[in-house]
């Protein structure tokens, strides 16, 4: 699978390439899936916006044997532009079954620079299976939290990034609340107002601040629209008591089912590093 918008600059795509391939090589695994992240994939960029490369890989079935085994991370350099790391699959799992929002989201990416079709489907259909709402739900909640109040500055504006990085989270909290028998939002933020009955004006103000932030740097504060303030803080207050409910499955049956998607797909994928 591949999936690369016309937006994305194709030097930049290309050495997104390039270090994929090269981490494949000089850590011995495979990447059976690497996608865009952050605001390019939420769908609110900022011209100087950086590209945030996420993957998953997967080792040796000898490599998750050794008594010192390999770090569960693989980290790139860091500057302005680039941003590309990804997790192990065992540390990803791990992380789904704890109820960590983020595994399903790479998995939901639009902007895909190089993927395992088989893998993604299996994985995200594991993940609505096994994902524990409740969980999530409080993660989006605290996040949403979190960025609002770092938003503000003294002078009373708002970060533009930041009032979205509390907007996007708010609105998956609104999309669990009015979707009870689903575990795994949308990734996109456009995607979880329009399908969470949002009120009209927060769709236009949500549309209009996305165009806004398309001509704006990252840096740039405004006053935030109120509209999507006051939204944000009352899907904050809602979900106190949205996700106190039991969970689908049990932690058992979770993990269970968590393994068994784990050793099939070291398995199947193992033999692209033979045949490397």
């Not at 999530?136 to 109040?149: D, M």
């Not at 949308?186 to 165009?211: C, F, G």
């Not at 899907?235 to 499955?249: K, L, V, Y």
């Amino acid at each position: 699978m591949r999936a690369i918008p016309d937006s994305l600059d194709a030097n930049v795509v290309l050495e997104i390439d390039r270090r994929i391939a090269g981490i494949e090589t000089e850590h011995r695994v495979v990447i059976p899936w690497a996608i865009e992240s952050g605001s390019r994939a939420w769908g609110f960029p900022s011209p100087d916006s950086d590209y945030d490369c996420r993957f998953f890989y997967v080792r040796a079935r000898s490599d998750y044997l050794s008594l010192w085994p390999a770090s569960d991370v693989i980290d790139t350099p860091l500057d302005k532009i680039f941003d590309v790391n990804g997790w192990d699959l065992a540390k990803a799992i791990r992380l789904l079954v704890n109820g960590n929002a983020v595994v399903a989201e790479w998995l939901q990416s639009d902007i895909v620079y190089s993927g395992d079709a088989q893998f993604r489907k299996e994985f995200l259909d594991l993940a609505h299976e096994i994902t524990d709402r409740g969980r999530v739900g409080r993660h989006y909640e605290h996040v949403a939290s979190q960025h609002l109040e770092r938003a503000t500055l003294p002078s009373g504006a708002n970060r533009l990034k930041r009032l979205f990085y509390a907007l996007r989270p708010a609105a998956a909290v609104r999309w669990l609340r009015v979707h009870p028998d689903s575990a795994v939002p949308p990734m996109s933020l456009t995607a979880l107002v329009r399908e969470s009955d949002a009120p009209s004006d927060v769709i236009d103000a949500t549309d209009e601040l996305i165009e806004l932030k398309s001509r704006l740097r990252e840096s740039q504060s405004m006053d935030a629209p109120d509209i999507l303030r006051r939204f944000v803080e009352s899907e904050i207050a809602a979900a106190g008591s949205a996700f106190d409910h039991p969970e689908r499955i049990s932690i058992a049956e979770a993990r269970a089912r968590a393994q068994q998607f784990f050793h099939q797909t070291v398995n199947r994928l193992e033999a692209q590093l033979t045949d490397g």
